[in-house]
Antibody, heavy 122, light 113 residues
Framework: QVQLQESGPGLVKPSQSLSLTCSVSGGSISSASYHWSWIRQPAGKGLEWIGRIHANGRTNYNPSLKSRVSISVDTSKNQFSLNLGSVTAADMAVYYC??????????????WGQGTLVTVSP | QPVLTQPPSVSGAPGQRVTISCTGTSSNIGANYDVHWYQQIPGTAPKLLVFGDNYRPSGVPDRFSGSKSGTSASLAIRGLRAEDDADYYCQSYDSSRGGLVVVFGGGTRLTVL
């Protein structure tokens, strides 16, 4: 059973960078069949896709965040990471990591981490 | 504003059938991109409910079904149960901003009366 676990600071100051790591267990992050994504959810609001990475390093970002986002992968540790720069109060959210995989019926998020709350405050 | 439009809330009594709509445009659902549905119980992570428009992952009851037509998709839940009380999100892809972007609906709160 694949499991994902987010980790990182729960409090970030405005204008600083937010850094989170997702640790994957029960499966290899190097599998060619999957991409690894970050998704966030502000309190009381809907889901917003941030971006994804493949083990080969290829990334794809949400255009609305692209100028501030970087996602990287460390296959030796079976982890991938999110860096979001110049944060503001609008970046306060629960951040989820998720596996993006699929088949002939499309690609979808089949495994999710439990989520981690990031607060932006001085 | 979410790219995909869902009703903010729906409700139904136990045993009834409800549907949740997901409306898009010609650059997402109307472009025949797959639609997936997720269930989120408050305080927990979303869970995949339906993929590829109308397929269910192992373990998801056949009370849940999806459909798609034109620029819209729907999730139907029959035989409502108390444990269906949750938020539901549709997800697809959009090609209007260069490349293929994952997009979600704004979510629908289902209340089982």
């Amino acid at each position: 059973q694949v499991q994902l676990q987010e980790s990182g600071p729960g409090l970030v100051k405005p204008s600083q960078s937010l850094s989170l790591t997702c640790s994957v267990s029960g499966g290899s992050i190097s599998s060619a069949s999957y991409h690894w994504s970050w998704i966030r959810q502000p309190a009381g609001k809907g889901l917003e896709w941030i971006g994804r990475i493949h083990a080969n390093g290829r990334t794809n970002y949400n255009p609305s965040l692209k100028s501030r986002v970087s996602i990287s992968v460390d296959t030796s540790k079976n982890q991938f990471s999110l860096n979001l720069g110049s944060v503001t109060a609008a970046d306060m959210a629960v951040y989820y990591c998720a596996r993006w995989g699929g088949n002939d019926q499309g690609y979808y998020f089949d495994y999710w981490g439990q989520g981690t709350l990031v607060t932006v405050s001085p | 504003q979410p790219v995909l439009t869902q009703p903010p809330s729906v409700s139904g009594a136990p045993g009834q059938r409800v549907t949740i709509s997901c409306t898009g445009t010609s650059s997402n659902i109307g472009a025949n991109y797959d639609v997936h549905w997720y269930q989120q119980i408050p305080g927990t992570a979303p869970k995949l409910l339906v993929f590829g428009d109308n397929y269910r992952p192992s373990g998801v009851p056949d009370r849940f079904s999806g459909s798609k037509s034109g620029t819209s998709a729907s999730l139907a839940i029959r035989g409502l149960r108390a444990e269906d009380d949750a938020d539901y999100y549709c997800q697809s892809y959009d090609s209007s901003r260069g490349g293929l972007v994952v997009v979600f609906g704004g979510g629908t709160r289902l209340t089982v009366l």
